[in-house]
């Protein structure tokens, strides 16, 4: 059973925008918090955005001002605006359910397939 699921991803000229979605069981949404990792090629795994439990958002200080995470609790859905994209974004974007403090985020185990993000010209 697939618990969280990515959508989006996909070939982008350099300055473009994707917007990429997560969508959770209802169970593992209510239980967790959902936050977004990315990959690239011979890079470890690394967060980009989570919403803390104090309301703010966290983000790598490589997306700061072009991305923007979001969360629609209705459809038990996650998302990920990027605008401006750079060559540097390129990588496998990935959801993850775990733990969000006041000021961090902590990961689980649960994991989706991931999505390709691919900024080219």
């Known amino acids: 059973q697939v618990q969280l699921a990515e959508s989006g991803g996909g070939l982008v000229q350099p300055g473009g925008s994707l917007r990429l979605s997560c969508s959770a069981s209802?169970?593992?949404?209510?239980?967790?918090?959902l936050a977004w990792y990315r990959q690239a090629p011979a890079k470890e795994r690394g967060l980009l955005a989570a919403?803390?439990?104090?309301?703010?958002?966290i983000y790598a200080d490589s997306v700061k001002g072009r991305f923007t995470f979001s969360r629609d609790n209705a459809e038990n859905t996650i998302y990920l605006e990027m605008n401006d994209l750079k060559p540097e974004d390129t990588a496998i974007y990935y959801c993850?359910?775990?733990?969000?403090?006041?000021?961090?985020?902590?990961?689980?185990?649960?994991w989706g397939p991931g999505t390709q993000v691919t900024v080219s010209s």
């Open positions: 993850n359910a775990g733990i969000s403090t006041a000021t961090n985020y902590h990961p689980g185990d649960m």
């Open positions: 919403l803390s439990t104090g309301g703010t958002i």
């Open positions: 209802r169970t593992l949404f209510s239980v967790y918090a």
